[in-house]
């Protein structure tokens, strides 16, 4: 059964036309986090809620935005995609901060 | 200094052989510790924590040397199948919680 669920797994978008990623959990963690990730990089986090504590990594750019509206959802919202955002968007989740990280499958996105 | 260092490889093994990775971190305050492993253009996939007193999953022994600040991740008897990625993440506790990733380990087990 999956656990962490993101939609869409594939995503391609126009430069400058705003993209929303969602993503649903069905482990009733507090936790959840967005990642970026390119090619041959490792994760980079960009925000994460811990239940409705937003907290944003200090170089997460503004162009990015993130809404967690109960605990089972979180949406990552890209309101101007560049080239340079192109990449797979992971979803996670863990029950406690420290604790280990159930991620999603990714939606990977592509800007035109 | 990166938080998370991990030597990219790739590591290039012989079916049933033994490799060994380190990871290390620049955060004298990290508390928590994990290995994952992320196949091509998959999710990563907890592999195991990594606690204190060393641990072991059948094939896989993670250990931790805080004097000298870097896990390990042991793989005994490699299978074709064990080629991935192997991340490491460290974070510390208290405040908020940020993990951090290294870049990963590349493994190919040949036959």
């Known amino acids: 059964d999956a656990m962490v669920i993101q939609n869409p797994r594939y995503q391609v978008t126009q430069f400058g036309k705003p993209v929303t990623l969602s993503c649903s959990q069905t482990?009733?963690?507090?936790?959840m986090y967005w990642y970026q990730q390119k090619s041959s990089q490792a994760p980079k986090l960009l925000f994460h809620y811990y239940d409705k504590d937003f907290n944003n990594e200090a170089d997460t750019p503004d162009n990015f935005q993130s809404r967690r509206p109960n605990t089972s959802f979180c949406f990552l919202d890209i309101r101007s995609p560049g080239l340079g955002d192109a990449a797979m968007y992971l979803c996670?989740?863990?029950?406690?901060?420290?604790?280990?990280?159930?991620f999603g499958p990714g939606t990977r996105l592509t800007v035109t | 200094r990166k938080e998370v260092e991990q030597d990219p490889g790739p590591f290039n093994v012989p079916e049933g052989a033994t490799v060994a990775f380190n990871c290390t971190y620049s955060n004298s305050a990290s508390q928590s510790f994990f290995w994952y492993r992320q196949d091509c253009r998959k999710e990563p996939k907890l592999l195991m924590s990594?606690?204190?007193s060393g641990n072991e999953d059948g094939r896989f022994t993670a250990q931790l040397n805080r004097a000298s600040q870097y896990i390990s991740l042991l793989i005994r008897d490699s299978k074709l199948s064990d080629s991935a990625t192997y991340l490491c993440v460290v974070a510390s506790s208290g405040g908020s919680y940020i993990p951090t990733f290294g870049r990963g380990t590349s493994l190919i087990v040949h036959p």
């Open positions: 990594v606690y204190s």
């Open positions: 482990l009733n963690h507090n936790v």
């Open positions: 996670a989740t863990s029950r406690e901060a420290e604790g280990e990280q159930y």
